[in-house]
């Protein structure tokens, strides 16, 4: 891995293709807004930097600061400089361990980023990540929490293979996020084992089976997200009203889980296989055309 400027780094996966990380600290500033706006400044540093599927910054703005500070006022981040260099060493090998078990076309862009959101801190163990399009993916550390290290090793192969599939497939639809949240979090226990995670077992297997029953085809398939509807995608993954915390994710969990248990096919291949297609290897009575 090389030092391309201060905090940020160049790491080649194969002869083509390469991850290029950027450490994120941002100045301890006076709002939210200044301490985004200092964020961006640096994302923008990284020298592919791309918005990805963001169509400004300020759009990109919102969403991280849903991510970094959650809906408390709290807003003091806590520097994870004197940890950098054992955040590299984890980045480096479960990346480069998940770019050897799926490779992806292209750069790699990973934005590292101190977060305070002490809700997702607690539930995620001091790591929480999202992926946009264009093999761009933001990883958030909360070094306070005792169990950032092994949060931080499964969030990275979690991620990467968001980033591959959303390469091949958009992700728009509620069907969408079962599939590549179902093929996330197996592909992280196909690279670094670990036990089943928390959301993917919040619904037994039997019970999320029959909750995907009952879900109507127009809400499965047709709902498209974006800023208008975003709280009806969040409710059925992350659990509102009547659904349950982690709806979504053990749905997709178990989707995947049974189509691997029951189909000749392997995970690897089913990343190749668009949300619709995966979903009719279900045993289904009316597949999705």
Same mark, same amino acid.
């Given at each position: 891995?090389?030092?391309?400027?201060?905090?940020?780094?160049? @790491?080649?996966?194969?002869?083509?293709?390469?991850?290029?990380?950027?450490?994120?600290?941002?100045?301890?500033?006076?709002?939210? #807004?200044?301490? +985004?706006?200092?964020?961006?400044?640096? +994302?923008?540093?990284?020298?592919?930097?791309?918005?990805?599927?963001?169509?400004?910054?300020?759009?990109?703005?919102?969403?991280?600061?849903?991510?970094?500070?959650?809906?408390?006022?709290?807003?003091?981040?806590?520097?994870?400089?004197?940890?950098?260099?054992?955040?590299?060493?984890?980045?480096?090998?479960?990346? @480069? #361990?998940?770019?050897?078990?799926?490779?992806?076309?292209? /750069?790699?862009?990973?934005?590292?980023?101190?977060?305070?959101?002490?809700?997702?801190? /607690? /539930?995620?163990?001091?790591?929480?990540?999202?992926?946009?399009?264009?093999?761009?993916?933001? +990883?958030?550390?909360?070094?306070?929490?005792?169990?950032?290290?092994?949060?931080?090793?499964?969030?990275?192969?979690?991620?990467?293979?968001?980033?591959?599939?959303?390469?091949?497939?958009?992700?728009?639809?509620?069907?969408?996020?079962?599939?590549?949240?179902?093929?996330? #979090?197996?592909?992280?226990?196909?690279?670094?084992?670990?036990?089943?995670?928390?959301?993917?077992?919040?619904?037994?297997?039997?019970?999320?089976?029959?909750?995907?029953?009952?879900?109507?085809?127009?809400?499965?398939?047709?709902?498209?997200?974006?800023?208008?509807?975003?709280?009806?995608?969040?409710?059925?993954?992350?659990?509102?009203? /009547?659904?349950?915390?982690?709806?979504?994710?053990?749905?997709?969990?178990?989707?995947?889980?049974?189509?691997?248990?029951?189909?000749?096919?392997?995970?690897?291949?089913?990343?190749?296989?668009?949300?619709?297609?995966?979903?009719?290897?279900?045993?289904?009575?009316?597949?999705?055309?």
């Amino acid at each position: 891995m090389n030092n391309i400027k201060k905090n940020h780094f160049k @790491q080649g996966l194969s002869n083509i293709v390469s991850a290029h990380y950027s450490f994120i600290e941002p100045k301890k500033l006076d709002s939210r #807004e200044e301490i +985004i706006s200092d964020i961006i400044i640096q +994302i923008k540093e990284n020298t592919n930097f791309s918005l990805g599927e963001f169509s400004n910054e300020e759009k990109l703005g919102i969403a991280l600061a849903r991510k970094i500070f959650g809906p408390s006022e709290y807003t003091e981040l806590i520097s994870f400089s004197k940890e950098i260099k054992k955040i590299k060493l984890i980045v480096e090998k479960t990346l @480069q #361990e998940s770019f050897n078990q799926l490779p992806i076309s292209g /750069d790699i862009s990973l934005y590292i980023i101190p977060f305070c959101n002490k809700a997702a801190s /607690d /539930d995620l163990g001091g790591v929480n990540g999202f992926a946009v399009e264009k093999n761009i993916f933001y +990883i958030l550390i909360n070094i306070n929490n005792p169990n950032w290290e092994k949060s931080l090793v499964e969030t990275i192969p979690h991620e990467y293979a968001h980033i591959v599939y959303t390469s091949y497939f958009e992700w728009n639809s509620i069907l969408d996020g079962f599939v590549n949240e179902g093929l996330a #979090e197996k592909f992280r226990e196909l690279v670094v084992k670990g036990n089943v995670a928390p959301w993917s077992k919040a619904l037994e297997k039997e019970k999320a089976l029959e909750e995907l029953k009952k879900i109507p085809e127009k809400e499965i398939l047709n709902l498209f997200i974006d800023d208008s509807n975003v709280d009806f995608y969040v409710s059925y993954f992350f659990g509102t009203g /009547d659904l349950q915390k982690w709806y979504g994710y053990s749905i997709g969990y178990w989707l995947i889980d049974e189509i691997i248990s029951t189909k000749k096919i392997t995970l690897i291949e089913l990343f190749k296989k668009s949300p619709k297609e995966v979903f009719n290897l279900w045993k289904r009575k009316n597949p999705i055309l």
